[in-house]
């Protein structure tokens, strides 16, 4: 396979999936449910249905489970995940070496929305506890939201301001077009899991300009 097969639009590395983020991908999961602080890999490309390509190299490779597949009509997602870090690592590596590809090969991140919204009304929380699945906002609570492309990257966002801050995962899209992520919480806690979200995205960034790795 060469690198004009596709487009490679995400390669992100969890190390540790925080509770909340792994029950959230066990409800919305295809296939395998994650479990809590197992590793996960993320692979998005582009067209969609090379992506059972890279399943299928990643999964007779190591011994890692698949989790979530998504093939819209353009982009294809792929989530793996395994106990052992160094699993889920090599899942990854041996993707990239299969299609020749580098991790700086990926795209890079684009913020589209960054926002809290302070202290909202109750109307508001009811919008978007309507949006939960299982956790509700209350009037008075302060609202994270930020949407990205691609939308894959922010499934390690969400992991990282929820180990940074006690909040609630409201929502979490990470496919599509653009990916969307929803926390509430006290206003000091959002601050918190919103500057750690934004932190991995800058770092995110900053290692695909300079030739860093996620893999190791």
Known sequence: MSKANFELRTLSFIDS??????????????????EEYDSAL???????????????????????RLGTVVTERVFGLM?????????????????????????????????MCNK????IE???SIMFTGLSRGNMVLAGESVFIMEVTPAAYLSAACNEALKAADVKLIDV???????????????????SAA?????????????K????????
Do not use: W
């Open 17 to 34: 999936l925080q509770p909340q983020l792994a029950q959230y991908m066990a409800k919305d999961n295809r296939v395998y449910d994650p």
């Open 173 to 191: 899209k990470p496919y599509g077009a653009s990916g969307r992520l929803i926390m509430s919480g006290e206003e000091s806690q959002i601050d």
């Open 116 to 119: 809290i919204i302070r202290s």
């Open 195 to 207: 500057e750690a979200a934004n932190k991995l995205i800058a770092n995110l960034n900053q290692m």
């Open 122 to 124: 109750q109307d508001h």
């Open 42 to 64: 993320f692979i998005e490309i582009a067209p969609a249905m090379e992506i059972h390509e890279m399943i299928d190299i990643a999964l007779k490779s190591t011994s890692c």
């Open 79 to 111: 989530e793996v995940h395994h106990k052992d870090q160094g699993e889920v690592r090599e899942a990854g590596h041996a993707i990239l070496e299969a299609t020749g590809l580098t991790e700086g090969d990926r795209a890079e991140v684009k913020v």
């Open 209 to 216: 300009e300079t030739g860093g790795n996620q893999l190791g």
